[in-house]
């Protein structure tokens, strides 16, 4: 998901003056703000003000203050001059994964920078005031929203609100720069819904996206949630050039709906018929089901208009063919493939699989002639013959392609022990090809 890291800059521009203005930076005082956090405790434990929104509104100010004096105003892209007055610090230099990045060293945070730009790019928090501020405020807006039945704090609710927002995007982005895919999540979904709240009614589609496609990150694997936003970004016609449609195909796939999988890569596809990912998704989907694999085929053709030069198009339709028992067509795609791709190994394999396991059929035919008079069997058997002949040029040209592979090598010297009577070249290549995959295997 590359856009998130792209789009942290876009996040910077717009709301770092904004923040350095707001937030002085310096390092936090832990022990004040845990006091803090005390004091609302007790306020909330309190029976009267419990009940009062404003007890739980200014708790929700409270848990965002927290958070920008915990994390010193960081927003990724501010740059490392505007932190170097800020002391204590230590400088030093850290790689992570194999990026190097300039590191100034809190007492309660540490701070990335780009080695090239100086641009804050992530941070690590070491000791904190209390876990997960920002979802703390998110639960009492949600809390002050609930007891404020006469509206008496709508205005200030919806300012903080859209105000959060912005912040569990930040923090969002920050998480999923560090690989920590749950809990950016987390962020994402409750940044879109707190901005979607009907208080501020609002809503970013592209927080929404980044929701739903790392709900389908493979350590997730949360499909509901991917589907649940990523249909928010349709229904706001917001399609990213058609990867809403693949990635909601991914996540129906995971939930085993095929009907719902082939319904959004169709619709993807005929609204955003030049996106290769969908068509290719889509093409697995026919090649894979089993059912009326032809119907992919207009799919194939029009892949290929959109990308002539991409072999595996044609490579997909092929074994779309072979496995339709359709094999002039098969042969006639393996060959388009090695046109566009000369050096496509799989091509070179399958079309000498093609001969070779025509040449099978041959000679299983001719083994259940019980007549051994017959005279079909000697036009069997010269019909295996031409065909392991066939199969020979792909096999060797695959062998040259990858000469590690013990299968187009065994191939090849299968073929050349059965022809190594026929003179003493074909036995030469027979010891040839035995020797090289007897050295293979061991």
Known sequence: MKRILTFSA?????????????IQIKVPNLESLRKDVAKSDADIANPKKKENPKTWTKRAEMFVSVYDKSTMGAVQGMHKAIFLATLPHEQKTETLADATYEVLAFPNIDLYFDSTTGALTLWKEKESAVDQPLSQAYAAYMQAIELDAKGSQSKKMKEGLAMLATKLRIEGLNAYTQADYKFAQQCFIKSVDALNHPLVGRLDTLIAYYAGVVSLNESLNDYNNAIRYLTICLNNSYFDDGSVYSSLARAYKGLDDSIKQEQMLTEGFVRFPQNQAILIELINLYLNSGEDATKV????????????????????????????????????????????????????????ALYYNKAVEFVKESGEIKDWRSPRIKELEALANTEFKRSLEPFLKAHELQPNDKFALENVKNIYFRFREESPEMMNKYNEYNDKFTKLQQ
């Not at 876009?10 to 707001?22: G, I, K, R, Y």
């Not at 029009?302 to 042969?331: G, I, R, S, V």
Request: aromatic share 14%; glycine share 2%; net charge negative.
């Open 10 to 22: 876009c996040v910077a521009m717009a709301f770092a003056a904004t923040a350095q203005q707001q």
């Open 297 to 352: 085929i207009p799919y194939l053709k029009k892949a290929q208009e959109n990308e002539p030069t991409n072999a595996t198009l044609y490579f997909a339709e092929a074994t779309l063919y072979e496995k339709l028992k359709m094999m002039d067509d098969a042969e006639r795609m393996y060959r388009k493939t090695l046109e566009v791709d000369p050096n496509s190994y799989n091509a070179y394999y399958n079309l000498g």
